[in-house]
């Protein structure tokens, strides 16, 4: 029913800036939360940001650094990376969540690679 497309990851230089984009399809009136995960090689996949429609909330390791919005009208949200650190590398997930039963939906993810 819902579909979910990432895009703007890539390589970035260390203290560089991404925005990454997370374009919805599909009926969406349901799906009150969306956000995104992220999951480096070798490591658990970990929350990174999260918005409700309220006050959206972060992860310790992305405050003040990364910003998250959405726009209902495009159904697509976005997460603004700045000051990016190479522990930043990893695949990036875009969820969306809602509804009674709660669906949780995926997309396949964006590579964000930060080197030097």
């Known amino acids: 029913q819902v579909q979910l497309v990432e895009s703007g990851g890539g390589l970035v230089q260390p203290g560089g800036s991404l925005r990454l984009s997370c374009v919805a399809s599909g009926t969406m009136f349901s799906m009150n939360d969306m956000g995104w995960y992220r999951q480096a090689p070798g490591k658990e996949r970990e929350l990174v940001a999260a918005t409700n429609g309220g006050s959206p909330t972060y992860a310790d390791f992305v405050k003040g650094r990364f910003t998250i919005s959405r726009d209902n009208a495009k159904n697509t949200v976005y997460l603004q990376m700045n000051s990016l650190k190479p522990e930043d590398t990893a695949t990036y997930f875009c969820?969306?969540?809602?509804?009674?039963?709660?669906?949780?939906?995926w997309g396949k993810g964006t590579l964000v690679t930060v080197s030097s």
């Open positions: 969820y969306a969540s809602g509804g009674i039963p709660r669906i949780n939906y």
